[in-house]
């Protein structure tokens, strides 16, 4: 899919950032969204994902 992944950081403690439940953040980001729906479709069906938000 071509997008570059950064594990986000916490702002308040040297530490990872973490949702509400606990899951790690991460940030991707692509050089061409025009292909959204299929890059969507494909990250919220791998393994280990719980949600993908805009």
Known sequence: MKLQANIRLDQKVAALA???EGNLLIDAFAKNWREFDQINQKI???N???AFLL
């Open 18 to 20: 973490r949702s509400p």
């Open 44 to 46: 919220c069906n791998t």
């Open 48 to 50: 280990g994902v719980v």
